[in-house]
């Protein structure tokens, strides 16, 4: 749990100064830790390969705060992808619970839970799966077409997304001519387009050179800090995990804290 930003305020009543002399110092309108987002609790996923059973989630435990910013760190084969994906929704655990604002989330059917993925959580993956035939502004502005939005709204909100991760000059290029790293932003601005509370994003920046990583780097931190959005990151980027408030990993199947 993290504690609410707030205004510092002293208080400068003299019976409650330190021993030190210096004033009590307290948050004002402090109201205690802040909400979980997502709490996840005694995940446990396997998979079968090939008559081999592997269990890679075992009892995992996972709080989120409002706002947060974690990376997800260590080895290839760990289960970080699984996590992201079960966070996400995109896949069931075998056993345990998943609670979005004290919410069951696994207890919906496919349809709501679909609803639920398409409105709350946005994906970035390492290779980006955009549609390459269509143009920058058409692909981000598909999730708020399947929220039901109308094509001007869908057209304007994408536009907005799409000049604030910097491709104003690119809104109606076909995807396919654009760079890697000007499809990653087209990417992030699909994920972001219903701003959402929570962005996944699986090795974001694997697929770029060290410039565009840091454009997009860049873009995490600040869309997290303008929009509260809570943001899980899997990436072997030490630079982009130092930039994050957690860094965890994953060891025997549960998470553990990397300092
Ligand atoms: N759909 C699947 N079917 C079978 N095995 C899988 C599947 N997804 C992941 N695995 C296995 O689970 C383990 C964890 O995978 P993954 O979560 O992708 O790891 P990471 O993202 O940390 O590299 C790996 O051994 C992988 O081969
Ligand atoms: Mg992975």
Redesign the pocket.
């Known amino acids: 749990m993290t504690t609410r930003p707030s205004n510092i305020v002293m208080l400068l009543k003299a019976d409650q100064s330190l021993g030190n002399g210096m004033p009590i110092i307290k948050p004002e309108n402090d109201t205690g830790p802040l909400p979980d987002l997502i709490s996840a609790r005694s995940l446990c996923k396997g998979?079968t390969?090939g008559g081999a059973r592997?269990d890679?989630l075992k009892d995992l435990d996972f709080n989120l705060s409002v706002g947060e910013s974690v990376a997800i760190v260590?080895a290839?084969?760990?289960?970080?992808?699984?996590l992201l994906h079960i966070v996400g929704t995109l896949d069931r655990p075998d056993s345990g619970q998943l609670l979005y604002r004290e919410d069951d989330i696994f207890t919906y059917d496919d349809l709501k839970l679909a609803r639920f993925r398409n409105r709350t959580v946005g994906f970035v993956f390492q290779f980006h799966h955009l549609l390459p035939e269509f143009s920058a502004v058409e692909n981000a502005m598909m999730p708020a077409l399947i929220n039901g939005a109308g094509r001007q709204e869908a057209n304007q909100a994408a536009e907005e997304i799409l000049v604030r991760v910097g491709l104003k000059d690119r809104l109606h290029y076909r995807v396919g001519k654009l760079s890697g790293g000007e499809q990653q932003r087209v990417a992030l601005a699909r994920a972001l387009v219903l701003k959402p509370a929570i962005l996944l994003a699986d090795e974001p920046t694997g697929n770029l050179d060290k410039q565009n990583s840091e454009q997009v780097h860049t873009l995490l931190m600040e869309l997290n800090q303008e929009l509260s959005m809570t943001l899980v990151v899997?990436t072997h980027n030490s630079e982009l995990a130092s930039f994050m408030s957690r860094r965890v990993t994953i060891v025997n199947g549960r998470l553990t804290p990397v300092t």
Do not use: A, E, H, P
């Open positions: 998979f390969n592997i890679v260590g290839s084969g760990i289960g970080k992808s699984t899997v």
